[in-house]
């Protein structure tokens, strides 16, 4: 068992600090926080892809966090959505400070069902179609 865990830090060690790594945690940070809030607002996946002109599946792949979005593509949803996007850039730790913030939100979710992996894509709740006012995308 110790090789094997040296093994694995050898293989890790200093991927934190990878543009690959951190754009991976950026954009599953990103898909968790659209979750949310679809879950919040009680929409569907298709609601939201149609307010955007997109296709669900479009969707699906930003909440599996497996699409590579532009900041433009992330403004639009954000506004879709009723929120406001912050992307900014930090010291180096910021590997760390995602990494510990990525664990630390599993963690916390661990007793709902996670919106990122809904397979079935049932509906929210709201009545299809209708979605809030500041949601109006153009």
């Not at 679809?38 to 149609?50: D, V």
């Not at 963690?107 to 949601?135: H, I, Q």
């Amino acid at each position: 068992m110790a090789n094997l865990k040296g093994w694995w830090e050898e293989l890790t060690d200093g991927i934190e600090e990878t543009p690959e790594y951190q754009a991976e945690c950026f954009a599953i940070k990103i898909a968790m926080e659209i979750g949310k809030r679809i879950k919040e607002l009680n929409i569907t996946k298709m609601e939201l892809a149609k307010n955007l002109g997109v296709s669900k599946s479009y969707i699906s792949q930003i909440l599996q966090g497996s699409n590579n979005m532009t900041i433009l593509t992330i403004c639009k949803i954000a506004k879709a959505l009723g929120m406001k996007p912050d992307i900014d850039l930090q010291k180096i730790d910021y590997a760390q400070k995602m990494t510990d913030f990525l664990f630390a939100s599993f963690d916390e979710e661990e007793s709902e069902p996670n919106p990122l992996y809904d397979a079935n894509d049932t509906k929210l709740g709201c009545e299809e179609g209708k979605l809030p006012a500041f949601a109006k995308v153009s």
